[in-house]
């Protein structure tokens, strides 16, 4: 069925490559000096070649993106990911609008990592509402499911968001946001269980799976039983902005996240940073987030992003180990300071860009006690296809 | 479920398969007509533009020098990935399609804000918004990978 949805996925990209309105082409390349994020670091450079193009018709817009990662040292980790899907806008009046999109996934690692391919599918709906001409209402709802090679890891989750801001003739925006999020893994436990089947003289052996171990006068099965587990988060977060003259703008931002119920149910998994880490999303943790950035509008239109990010996490479920392996009885919790920079640079037909990650991750697992600088660079080059309208 | 996954990827497929429908040329870029201008917003609205397809994010912005007001046109899915407000400075640099007791109206190719660009045609006036905007939180451009 995976190989099917696989097909479907290509076929799509093929047909809607003949009608598309446009397609653009991107390479990147990327340098680190710490490809896993973990204490004993290991450089590497990867290099991406994507494709996106999408055809109008009516309200609604089809879109297509393909995109091939190599790695040089770590070839065995390339991987290809595949998306596809279509999306609606719905007017309620001129200041209101309905947005709803769904979309398929498919995530494709090499043989070695392949227990972490998956398919998946994403249904989103979006309202937004001018209360007045200085204030916006945003809900946003998310409905994912993916479906691993190792179904272990298989998961539904629901996402609700509600977003409200305001601005001010100060050129100052305050928001604030409440986000909700559940996620249900549907069969994180495996366990065997030993069923009793009692039995009469005159009868043997029993129904169901498994393997019999007894003998009369009972017959006994082992039989293996999966068990879910569901995460319950929510977040408040807040974000001051403020424009500075008109080509420099100044943002704060603030959040804080609650485990409501449930905790992670994997023990531990290696922390691979590209492969998906069901261990390090947004509904494994709690904790805050606190943010800056500065943009920039430099001579020759180049924009430029400043970034600073400091977070303080802890993993519920998730216990922290010293280097030998041994269990330290107390829960993960990391504090991860981030420095981003950014430039790009739009052309008529192409965009540039270069970027810059540091990145130091403190942990009580010495693990996942880390520093690494992340470089890339980048081209981006727009066919356009359609009718100019 | 993972045959309903495989349900909806048909359903995808079975919707790109649809005729296409013409996009209506009634309002069109002219790129000798292009013009940049510098101003503070004064409405927002979101207004049908060609026939069939989703309305358009409308700017009415008040020119800096001449307080003139001029009608710009951005695009669909930018009612979703950008939040502007009355009173925000922008810089647009666009098409001007109509002028005098018509009105001022721009179809716009750039937009700059807090100290940001958005690029929503290229240079021949050729529409470069994307679909799956509308989940840019999550989704957006790609641009770099997933350090």
Known sequence: MRKLGFLILILLTVHMTLLADSFSLSFSQNMTSNLFQNRFAERDQLSNLSFYLDKNFSRFSLFAEGTYSYLFENSNLAYYIQDAGLDYILPIDEK?????????????YRSEYADFNYMSSNFFAAFKSYLSQTSILKLNYSLDYKNYRDSVFDFISHSLLVSFDKYFQSKTTLKGEIDWGY???YSPYIYDEVITIETDNNSMG????????GSEPNVYLIESKTEGQ?????SLSGLIAQGLGNKIGLRFSGMRQWVLS???????????YMVENPTYDRF???GYQLGSQLTLLLPWNIQMKLGYTVSQKEFPGIKSLDLEGNLLGITRKDKRN??????EKNFPRFSVFASYIYVHNRSNDLYFDWSGHFFAVGIEWNIPLGARQ | MKQKTNVILGMILLLASLPSFGQKTENFYNVDQEIYIEGKIQNIVMEPRYKENSPFLIITLEEKDTKKLFTVEISPVEFFDQDFHKGEFLIVTGSLTSSGETGN????????SKGETFILRDKHGFPTWRGGKGQMSRKGKRKGTRF
């Open chain 1, 96 to 108: 209101s609008a309905f947005y709803f999109s769904v979309a398929g996934r498919g995530m494709f």
């Open chain 1, 183 to 185: 996620k249900y893994f």
């Open chain 1, 206 to 213: 029993g129904k169901g799976k498994g393997s019999a171990h």
């Open chain 1, 230 to 234: 569901g995460i319950q988060v929510i």
């Open chain 1, 262 to 272: 449930g905790q992670n149910p994997f023990f531990f998994i290696e922390e691979f």
């Open chain 1, 284 to 286: 494994s943790w709690e």
């Open chain 1, 338 to 343: 981030q420095i981003d920079v950014r430039a």
């Open chain 2, 105 to 112: 109206n721009i179809i716009a190719r750039e937009v700059q």
